[in-house]
């Protein structure tokens, strides 16, 4: 690549971060305007984190586990108990009691976050042990059952006195600003990419395309594996634990198997082994089920209908819009994506400034030779 | 110095190889011809560690080999190009170099200089995907991509496979060349013709035997490997 071009694209990307950065400011400075911006965009940034982090295991490793809602309820629980305050633990944990070697235990949320990834990057590393012996529908079969049975032991009674059980952690402290959540979502994904773009993550890619060429090359299978599996899981925990500073709460109940399914769809939707593709696809979904709430307003439709007609249908109705029908209409659209870009929005490739250009061209002239890089 | 002694190799109670003993001295190039099922794929992927062998030793040099994990092998200085070239599709021909030098920790600059300069093709082509390469060029990326973990023995697994005869010419050109500068070289082949003429020293296995050794020269000229792999009879 020339020079020009590379000064050209490091400035298009200061300049976004500045804008990216300068929005966020003007949403935080009157935090309570933008509430509801600023929950969409938390909510979307630490979904990629989750998203980018199965990726990790299934796009780039090439290995179907499904044990993300599994790891992010371990992070969740652990982010959560050690940041509530001190003082409000006893009435938290009203029913058990909070064990005592816990129950002074309080840490900042940068300290609990790195907690939480080696806790769940130790379990991961023995649950990898014997799982990742298996293949395809049986490793995700496993990793599934893996993740209903951490959600099982979470809300186990006999450990009420440090999970506090079904009643789940709650009073957890919340983001100071949304510049705390997205800057460590960012930070996550930028220590994934630089492990992607490392000789680990070609490694990754390799045992993805061809397990016996990798292994020919001195790839250990196992090894590479398991460190794919950990470093998903660890990060994974991160995104729960940070899901659960934005719920200001932690049960077991949020980390169904639903969850794990949609990460999964976001990962899908923007693009199998593409960090940027899970990115976007975490904003996509995330935001889509946001944006086509007027559909579950019943009026709307009908009210129109009824000024353009020039007669009152009285309470005629549209009759599909109602509560719940914008799923139907999400799911339409997924349906529509997935046939029209089989290999979700932006494949396996990243986006990046030079292809964005040369998309750009298409629309200008007439086609131009999609450069193959 | 590679030796391997009555190597031994099942496939679920099936023997692929019965009894293989051959040497490959250093900075030689040794090829084992024979026909399809012969086991000398099997050979190849026992010395680096891909399958089990069920009897016999591999030595290289002192260190004994049997029962060692490919990628301990590999840092000992042996690398495969596996049959059927095996590139990551989905990779650039530079990721491909890149892995094929997964194991070393230090610079990568002056090798990829080094395959570059074998392979200029593979400069052109370093930001193309490999599996857009044609059949030719995804075995030169194989060979480069196993030289970038400079190896002092480099086996090959029938790289003339289904490639057109002029491209083969090339390939058995590039052998040589990776030979004289001074790595030894495992040549596996069906195509006997070409291996026999770059081999210096050659061996004919037959359902998992050595049934017949000697010089490429000799091999060439011997009236029952004529007759069987050359395609040529007496006269």
Known sequence: MNKTLKKRNLILTLILIVITAGYLFVLQRDSVTHSYA??????????????????????????????????MCIGAYVTGILTIPVEMRDQIYYLYGMAGWLHDIRVPLGVALLITMIICGVIAYFIGWPVLR?????????TLGFSEIIRAIFGWDGLGTITNASYGVSNIPAFANIFECVLICVV?????????????GRAFKGIRDDEIAAEAMGVNLFKTMQLSFVVSSAFAGVAGGLLAVFMRSAVTSTFTVALTYNILLMVVLGGIGSVSGSVIGAFIVTGSQEWLRFL???????????????????????????????????????????????HGITGSKEIT???LFAFLKKFKKEPVQEERA | MLEVRNLKINYGGIEAVRDISFDVPD???????????????STLRSIIGLVKSSGGTVKWGKEVLNGKKTDEIVKNGITLVPEGRHVFPDQTVLENLKIGAYLRKDSLEEDLERVYKLFPRLKE???????????????????????????SIIMMDEPSLGLAPIVVQDIFKIIKKVNKAGTTVLLVEQNANMALRIADYAYVIENGRVTMQGTGKELLSNEDVKRAYLGTSAG
């Open chain 1, 38 to 71: 600023i929950t969409i965009i938390e909510r979307s940034c630490i979904y990629a984190v989750a998203a980018v982090s199965m990726n990790l295991i299934i796009g780039f490793t090439g290995q179907f586990s499904l044990g993300t809602a599994g790891f």
């Open chain 1, 134 to 142: 298996l293949k395809s529908d049986y490793l995700a079969i496993a």
């Open chain 1, 188 to 200: 996550c994904i930028v220590v994934m990419t630089l492990l992607l773009r490392s000789s680990y």
């Open chain 1, 296 to 342: 579950d307003k019943e009026y709307v439709f009908s009210d129109i209908f009824n000024n353009l007609a020039g007669t009152a249908f009285g309470a005629a109705k549209v009759p599909f819009l109602r509560n719940g029908f914008r799923m139907v209409i999400f799911s339409i659209l997924l349906m529509i994506v997935v046939l029209f870009w089989n």
């Open chain 1, 353 to 355: 400034w030079d292809r």
């Open chain 2, 27 to 41: 900075a030689k190039i040794v090829t084992l011809v024979g026909a399809n099922g012969a086991g000398k794929s």
């Open chain 2, 125 to 151: 082509r370093s930001w193309q995907l490999a599996g857009t390469l044609s059949g030719g060029e995804q075995q030169m990326l194989a060979v480069g991509r196993a030289l970038m973990a400079n190896p």
